[in-house]
Structure formats: C-alpha cells, structure tokens
C-alpha cells in the first residue's frame, strides 16, 4: 500500500500543474455528474415502482369492495381478471380447504400466513403468463388473502430507457468536465504561466526590469492569483532597485577608491627609493602615506556599515537618547576643539529611552555633529537639542522625541537638498573639505534602522538644521 502511494505522489511530482489541476477539475465535475445521473435513475426506478404499487393497491381495494357481500364460499383460485390488466386471486389460509384449486399466480407460505393474519400484507416479484408481474398479497376477510398482480414489464422497460439516456448523460457529462477542467486550469494558470515565464526570463537574463501583465480592474477586486502576480511585480521593483543601488554602490566606491589608492600607490613607490630622498622629502611621503592608509580605512569601514540593513537583534537594548547625545557631543569636543559645541536636553527627554544599539546611535549623531563642524564658521557653535513632543513625556510610556543638529554655516542650498543624503554625493561648496560623502548617507541608515526618521533643511537665521525624528513609545 505505501508503494502505491509512493507511486501516487512520485507521479503527482512529475506532472505539470496545469494537468493535475485540469485532472483534478475534471475529476469533480464528472464525479458530480455521475452522481446526479445515478441519483436521478434511482429516483425515477422507485417513482416508477411506487406509481405501480400505488395501481396494485387501487385494484386490491377495488376487488375487495365488489366482493364484499359474498361468502365464504368464493371459489378460491378464481383469476377474474384475465383481460383486464389485474388479475387476481383469493387464497384460504389452509390449503385443504381448496385442494383441487389451480392458482394462476404463484401461493407460497408467507401467502397463507397473510390470510391467517400472522403476516402484513407485501409486495412481491413474480413471473406468469410469459411476463414480469409486479404482485400485491394483502388480507381478504377472515382467513383469507387477496392476490392482485400487474404486469411489470412496461416498469422495467421504461427503467432500462431510463439507464440508457442517463447513461449517455453521465457520459457526455464527463466528457464536458474534462473540457472544462482544460478551460478552467488554462484560464486560470495563465497568470502563473506568466509569472512562470516572466521567472524564467529574469533567471535567463538577470535584469530584473520585467514585469508581469496584470488584468485590468481595481485592486480590491482582484483574484488571489492576481495579487501574487501584483506581489511579485512588487518584488521585482524592489529587486531592481536593490539591484541598481548595488551597481551604483559598486561604481561610486571604485570611483572614490581609484584616486586614494593611486596616491597611495605613488607614496609607497616613493618610499621605496628612499636613499634618494632627503629626510624632509621622506617625512612628507610618509605622512601622506599614512593619511592615505587612515582615509582608505575609514572609506572602507563606511562601505562596510553601509552594506548593513538593520541592526542585530541580539545587540539591541534600550538606550537612553539624552545619555548617547552627552557622549557624541563629548567625542566631537575633542575632535573638533576650536569648535564650540552646546547641548540642551528637556525635561521631558532626559530619561526617554529607545531600543536600540548604542554605539551604531553614538555613529549617527557623530556624523551630524561632524558634519556641522565642518560648515561652521569660527567663533560660531554647533547646537544639538533633544525635546519631547505629542501626548506622555517622551519616555517609553508615550509620546514621541526629537534631537536637532544646527550649525551656523552657509547652509544647504535648495538644489542640493534632496541629495543630501545620497551616498558620495558632495555639494560643490563640501568637496574642498575632508570627507568621503557617506557620513550622512550612513546616518539616515541607522536612523531608519532604529525607526526614526532623518530630515535636513534651512535653519531660522541661515545655517542647516538636522532634524531626527522617533516615533511614540508604546
């Protein structure tokens, strides 16, 4: 038995789903088909049967009622009948009471125990006269029985037509269902057949631009084949965008690379033929070596964290915001000392906690405060301000937090503005200075990693102004 069932799912396997879906349709309609037509013959072969035991019952009672001021002395095995289409026959219940009676319809023993009242009367099956009889054996008085009996054949000549018709029925009923279970798996694979092809090309042709067809009509109208085709569309824009942000990744890291990379090459050749150098030529080739090292380092360190998505769920923890913004201000002091730097925490954001990993945290406002460093001019302070906002204090009981960075510098103009925070992206006034162009990049990554929400723009009285948004706590 496990063989065959072995057998049953290995060939399952290897049919396409379009057959097992068509065979499966067409196996339910037909089943349903079959077993109408076999109901239906049912029925039809008891109405039929019934309708002549309704005739046997008529004439029985008919019979009864004509006979009913006789006596006793009735002839039993008298057939009355013969011409008309009953015949029937009364039966003592002792057969010496007519031994020399020729009964023309068959008299067994449950027959006598009808007419000695032991029995109830019943219906019965019998062949005379070279024709199926239908027969009614009931009670005739005292010690007596009736037998009325009706030719059969006209029944079962009109149940075998009945056979016969529901037969070709069922047969073209099955013949339908395989057709429809055909139209039903084509129309309704044709999205998965898309979606299969559209697989495959993509598979084929590794550009994930491909989209699949999708009927026309509203969304919340759609079938559920529909809406994974719709989901799928959805995956593939996300696997192109992932895609090309990859590729465009690639190409801008080698584009930044390339230069320090050279320049580190030429240094190292330099060193190389050092006893040409005099010591003071020495001293500059290995101080821009060792600049070159710490700027690739640091490029390639940003890469790194940049690749990241989220955080790691074992790292997170519930970090006070107001504790990991006195620490960045703290490691910019001394980054940064001509740089004056002020905080101001509000009540209601001292003790507000996040989940989070603090030290990806500590990253993200050193790089705004960094970067307001950078565009400040001397004597000028960069200001970062921690408040509560909404309903509840900020805490983890409600209510939500901002942290804002402003410096006092030229500000970003409008046209750079919405790339602020593309990776190596550097507005025209920021590529004299030091930098590689992913701090703020990096920064709107872990903010969005830790459900927060980065934002720049002009800051009242010039300067540009970092806004990082946190939800409400729960």
């Known amino acids: 038995m496990s063989g065959v069932r072995r057998l049953g799912a290995r060939w399952r396997r290897r049919r396409p789903l379009r057959t097992r879906l068509a065979l499966a349709a067409s196996a339910a309609v037909a089943l349903v088909a079959v077993g109408v037509c076999a109901a239906a013959f049912f029925v039809i072969r008891y109405e039929l049967l019934h309708q002549l035991d309704l005739s046997l019952t008529q004439s029985a009672t008919r019979v009864i009622q004509e006979n009913r001021g006789e006596g006793p002395q009735i002839v039993a095995g008298e057939c009355r009948y013969l011409s008309a289409p009953a015949c029937a026959q009364i039966v003592p219940a002792t057969p010496e009471a007519d031994p020399e009676a020729a009964y023309p319809l068959p008299v067994s023993a449950p027959v006598r125990e009808v007419a000695a009242g032991t029995r109830a009367p019943y219906y019965s099956n019998a062949t005379r006269f070279g024709r199926p009889l239908r027969m009614l054996t009931t009670r005739f008085g005292d010690g007596r029985a009736l037998q009325v009996a009706l030719r059969a054949d006209p029944v079962e000549k009109g149940v075998r037509q009945a056979a016969v018709l529901l037969a070709a029925v069922g047969g073209a009923g099955v013949l339908l269902a395989g057709l429809l279970g055909y139209a039903v798996s084509r129309t309704g694979l044709a999205p998965v057949a898309r979606l299969t092809s559209t697989a495959e090309r993509i598979a084929a042709t590794r550009d994930p631009r491909h989209r699949i067809e999708l009927p026309p009509g509203p969304p919340g109208r759609r079938d559920e084949v529909t809406r994974l085709a719709a989901s799928f569309n959805t995956m593939l824009g996300e696997l192109e ?200 990049a990096m920064a709107r990554q872990i903010a969005r990693a830790h459900g927060a929400e980065l934002t720049a723009g002009a800051a009242p009285g010039g300067g540009a102004l970092f806004t990082l948004t946190f939800g409400e706590g729960p």
């Open 241 to 440: 965008q992932s895609v090309s942000s990859q590729r465009r990744l690639v190409a801008d890291a080698s584009h930044e690379l390339r230069t320090p990379l050279t320049a580190l090459r030429a240094n190292a050749e330099l060193l190389a033929r050092a006893d040409r150098l005099t010591p003071p030529q020495r001293d500059r080739a290995s101080g821009a070596l060792g600049r070159g090292i710490r700027e690739v380092t640091g490029l390639v360190n940003d890469l790194i964290e940049l690749a990241r998505d989220e955080e790691p769920l074992p790292l997170l923890e519930e970090v006070r915001i107001a504790g990991v913004a006195e620490h960045s201000v703290a490691m910019a002091r001394a980054h940064w000392p001509r740089t004056r730097f002020l905080l101001e925490v509000g009540t209601g954001a001292a003790g507000a906690t996040r989940p989070g990993v603090p030290a990806r945290l500590a990253r993200l406002l050193t790089n705004l405060l960094d970067n307001a460093a950078k565009f400040s001019p001397p004597g000028t302070p960069v200001e970062m301000a921690l408040s509560s906002y909404g309903d509840g204090d900020g805490s983890r009981g409600g209510g939500g937090l901002a942290l804002t960075v402003r410096d006092h510098g030229p500000g970003i103009p409008a046209d750079d503005l919405p790339y602020v925070f593309d990776r190596f992206y550097r507005a025209e006034a920021a590529r004299a200075l030091p930098g590689s162009g992913l701090g703020l």
